[in-house]
T-cell receptor, first 111, second 114 residues
Framework: DTGVSQNPRHKITKRGQNVTFRCDPI?????LYWYRQTLGQGPEFLTY????????KSRLLSDRFSAERPKGSFSTLEIQRTEQGDSAMYLC?????????FGDGTRLSIL | AQSVTQLGSHVSVSEGALVLLRCNYS??????LFWYVQYPNQGLQLLLK??????LVKGINGFEAEFKKSETSFHLTKPSAHMSDAAEYFC????????????FGTGTRLTVIP
């Protein structure tokens, strides 16, 4: 049990469609992070929340990406008008100053 | 800019043998250094971290890592490998507190041979 549940585990969509991923921490954590991981690479930081406030966004997070954490618990990551380059594993993590526990991720495949 | 290099994308050891996973960092200021482990079909988990206290850091499951400034290294070791240690291990570096600048290496996959 990683303490973080991510849904769906795998998302297949056509290029140009919108997708939304959800992250549910099992227990309360002030900080929630989103990372992206491509094959053969380590995770890359996308954004993080302190409670419901989004405090930092990576330059990797283009204007097609939006993340929310409305009640300071679960979070969603939406990608609009998906592109081939968006194919990756999207990871959610919780922790303090640094991410402690990651979820199993949502794998996005763009057809 | 800071970065980490993990030497060897795949490492194989026999059960009971020493585990040594190498990580070298590049940073212009004293870094924070981390090792994460990812077991098959699971998310990453923080194994241990160095935050400028003791240079020898002990983590979970018998792993430890030593910060060596002169060698710019933070290698991960375990005296005796168990089958359950088979996983992917990621080294990461940060130069200030906060995940917005946590940079991961490309990972080392550890295989334990019975």
């Amino acid at each position: 049990d990683t303490g973080v549940s991510q849904n769906p585990r795998h998302k297949i969509t056509k290029r140009g469609q919108n997708v939304t991923f959800r992250c549910d921490p099992i227990s309360e954590h002030n900080r929630l992070y989103w990372y992206r991981q491509t094959l053969g690479q380590g995770p890359e930081f996308l954004t993080y929340f302190q409670n419901e406030a989004q405090l930092e966004k990576s330059r990797l997070l283009s204007d097609r990406f939006s993340a929310e954490r409305p009640k300071g618990s679960f979070s969603t990551l939406e990608i609009q008008r998906t592109e081939q380059g968006d194919s990756a594993m999207y990871l959610c993590a919780v922790g303090g100053e640094w991410p402690q526990h990651f979820g199993d991720g949502t794998r996005l495949s763009i057809l | 800019a800071q970065s980490v290099t993990q030497l060897g994308s795949h490492v194989s050891v026999s059960e009971g043998a020493l585990v040594l996973l190498r990580c070298n960092y590049s940073s212009s200021v004293p870094p924070y250094l981390f090792w994460y482990v990812q077991y098959p079909n699971q998310g990453l988990q923080l194994l241990l971290k160095y935050t400028s206290a003791a240079t020898l850091v002990k983590g979970i499951n018998g792993f430890e890592a030593e910060f060596k400034k002169s060698e710019t290294s933070f290698h991960l070791t375990k005296p005796s490998a168990h089958m359950s240690d088979a996983a992917e291990y990621f080294c990461a570096v940060s130069v200030w507190a906060g995940a917005n600048n946590l940079f991961f290496g490309t990972g080392t996959r550890l295989t334990v041979i019975p």
